[in-house]
């Protein structure tokens, strides 16, 4: 897929968006909500009088594509903020489609008339870049087919940073389908903080997808130890391990023509179980995106290790941090 380039920094469709300074700036002010979010009594609310709640602004969500966290997480993010959210992707009520006639241009451009900043979930992966040539507001990519998740790398960083501390003395595992577009953006943002160790632990056998070849060469060239392992236990002496691998029955050999191919057998060394992180004596905290598939085990939920829903948590002041950077027309400058 042709790449634009980012000559106003508006949009955020890729981790390559975004540059040190502008993480940087990200976390500070994620950290500043997160802290305005978690004030127990309103005499501490005192001291954020200073913060400037302007006539609120309109959130435009384009998901075409189904979503939980990303779609209720920005929405959420815009009601704190004092902004206001829209759906404006509705092929039920809506004109835009082909069965009652109205192009996504001019969808657009009456969207881009209600609203001041769109995010957009695709299963397309060219939609959100379309999006932003044809608008001038700016636009979040929420999630596009298998190319990138950048907003949800963020947050994956954020979470890292606020369980474990400096990403700089961590190691770092990640279990997935390397195709998988939070994998990818994930690695791409590692760039900006990289880990003393990096491991990828993916099937054996499949090619790794070369946007996550080429931002794991680039951990490397910047200091990182970089190495690939083929089961989940071998990165039980991590610091972090994110895992989740979308969709297992794709990795069974079953697909390919090997109908007796046991399955169960087959996609255990990428399940992570609480028997395992036992029997490891393991620290790891586990991060998940979320929705979780067969690769994380209910049995983790009661672990110390379980760090996935306070990554929910951590989401809203990430996102929070993301709206209030674009909707004050501030630019990436990745
Ligand atoms: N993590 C994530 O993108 O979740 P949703 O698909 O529910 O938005």
């Keep these: 897929m042709s790449r634009p380039n980012y000559p106003s920094g508006k949009d955020l469709l890729s981790a390559e968006a975004v540059s040190q300074a502008d993480l940087g700036d990200v976390l500070e002010r994620a950290d500043r909500h997160w802290i305005e979010l978690n004030l127990a009594d309103e005499s501490a609310e005192s001291q954020f009088v200073n913060v400037v709640r302007r006539r609120p602004k309109m959130v435009a969500t ?3 594509q189904r979503s939980t966290r990303t779609r209720l997480g920005f929405q959420v993010a815009a009601g704190r903020l004092g902004h206001q959210s829209i759906d404006v992707f ?3 009520r809506s004109r835009m489609g082909h069965a009652t006639g109205e192009t996504i241009e001019d969808h657009i451009k ?25 608008s001038y507001l700016p636009i979040i990519n929420a999630g596009n087919g298998s190319d990138e998740h950048p907003t949800q790398a963020m947050i994956d960083i954020y979470a890292i940073y606020k369980m474990r501390g400096d990403l700089s003395k961590l190691s770092i595992a990640l279990s997935c389908d390397t195709k998988a577009r939070f994998a990818v953006s994930f690695v791409k943002m590692l760039r900006l903080w990289p880990p003393q160790r990096f491991t990828l632990c993916c099937l054996p056998g499949i090619a790794i997808n070369p946007a996550v070849r080429e931002a794991m060469e680039r951990l490397h060239s910047l200091g990182t130890l970089v190495s690939v392992v083929h089961n989940v236990v071998e990165t039980l002496d991590h610091d972090v391990l994110s895992i989740q691998m979308q969709d297992m029955s794709k990795f069974s ?37 979320l929705p979780r598939f067969s690769e994380l085990d209910t049995s983790c ?11 929910v948590k951590l989401s809203t002041p990430i ?14 400058t990745g």
């Design 62 to 64: 384009l998901f075409d």
């Design 90 to 92: 509705d092929p039920d």
């Design 110 to 134: 009456t969207v881009e008339a209600y609203s001041d900043l769109i995010i957009v979930r695709s299963h397309l992966e060219d939609l959100p870049y379309k999006v932003a040539r044809l």
């Design 253 to 289: 050999n079953a697909s390919l023509g090997y109908d007796a191919v046991d399955k169960e057998q087959e996609t255990e060394p990428f399940t992570i179980t609480a028997k395992k992180i036992l029997e490891h004596n393991s620290n790891t905290l586990i991060l998940n995106p």
């Design 301 to 311: 939920d009661s672990l110390p290790n379980a760090g996935y829903f306070q990554q």
């Design 319 to 332: 996102r929070m941090a993301i709206l209030e950077r674009m909707l004050s027309g501030t630019p990436w």
